[in-house]
């Protein structure tokens, strides 16, 4: 079985290259380690990058890249690809930074790229901008998000939560969630989560944002699933951004989430939510529907 450690990168694409690398190095405060009259290779911190921006005609996220666990290869994920019946590409020096992936389209058409290592390029975090720890999760809008967790088990993802039948979130670590998927008419991105140091970091990436003119469509909230406190904004091309922090740690050993104060149960277990008592347990009105 393909088994993945941690979501690698984010591939968008996007008709506004200015102005989205303005917001994503002077606002988010993520570095550019290359780039090129097409593409834009974005860091949190020491990986060459984790976030692409590519100029296009079109805006949204194109794909992702899942880092394969040390003891399997490149050569062998794209060998159990094959055995899955999915038609693996494998690269050779596809991207900076990378030196071999295999590609293939998921259930839904997007773009997943298995890679084994990354080069180490930028040099830490800036002292300006938000700075985020790192890209936390990816939520994609999917035709049946049923399948989708399904499909993604096969890659070493575990089920953590459901809200009803909608949105399932999975993990490949011990991170809450790493992928999730809401069932949709749109093949699109849901939003893209970095993960932040803790609350006071949190208010002050809204400080950020506001100077920046930068409205929160909702938040601060704690989570039903995940318990992560969120905030939610746009980015230039309207992608939708958390920010977050505190989300649950997952023990798979166990099946269960380290305990905390906030939580419902003990022990806390994967389950499955009701909506409204998973979009805030702190009452926080939304005036925009985040599912
Ligand atoms: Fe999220």
């Not at 809008?141 to 993604?152: G, I, L, M, P, T």
């Not at 999975?170 to 969630?177: A, E, G, I, L, Q």
């Not at 002050?204 to 944002?209: A, V």
């Not at 977050?244 to 099946?255: C, G, K, N, R």
Request: hydrophobic letters at 35%; one cysteine or more; aromatic letters at 10%.
């Amino acid at each position: 079985m393909i088994k993945v450690f941690r979501l690698g990168y984010v591939h968008f694409q996007t008709q506004n290259m200015e102005r989205m690398l303005e917001y994503y190095t002077d606002v988010l405060g993520l570095t550019v380690t290359q780039q090129d009259s097409q593409t834009a290779y974005v860091s949190t911190s020491i990986d060459h990058h984790n976030i692409i921006l590519e100029q296009s005609s079109e805006s949204g996220v194109v794909g992702f890249g899942l880092q394969l666990v040390p003891e399997m290869s490149v050569a062998e994920a794209a060998s159990e690809l094959e055995r899955m019946g999915l038609n693996g590409n494998v690269k050779t020096d596809p991207m900076p930074g990378v030196s071999e992936l295999v590609e293939f389209k998921d259930i839904d058409g997007y773009t997943v790229q298995l890679f084994g290592e990354m080069e180490l390029a930028a040099e830490g975090f800036k002292k300006t901008g938000v700075a985020p720890n790192k890209v936390g999760h990816l939520s994609l809008r999917v035709q049946d998000a049923k399948k989708s967790v399904e499909f993604y088990k096969q890659f070493g993802f575990t089920n953590t939560d459901w809200i009803e039948d909608f949105f399932g979130f999975m993990t490949c670590n011990r991170d809450h969630h790493v992928l999730n998927f809401a069932t949709s008419d749109r093949k699109e991105m849901h939003h893209m989560a970095l993960e932040l140091r803790d609350y006071s970091h949190l208010i002050q990436s809204m400080d950020t944002l506001g100077r920046n003119g930068i409205r929160i469509l909702w938040g601060p909230s704690r989570h039903g699933a995940g318990h992560n406190i969120a905030t939610y904004h746009r980015d230039p091309d309207g992608n939708m951004i958390e920010l977050f922090t505190d989300a649950d740690i997952y023990v798979p050993e166990l099946d269960m989430f380290e305990p905390r104060p906030w939580h419902e149960n003990y022990p806390q277990k994967p389950r499955v939510w009701e909506t409204e008592e998973c979009m805030t347990r702190w009452g926080t009105a939304f005036e925009q529907s985040l599912v």
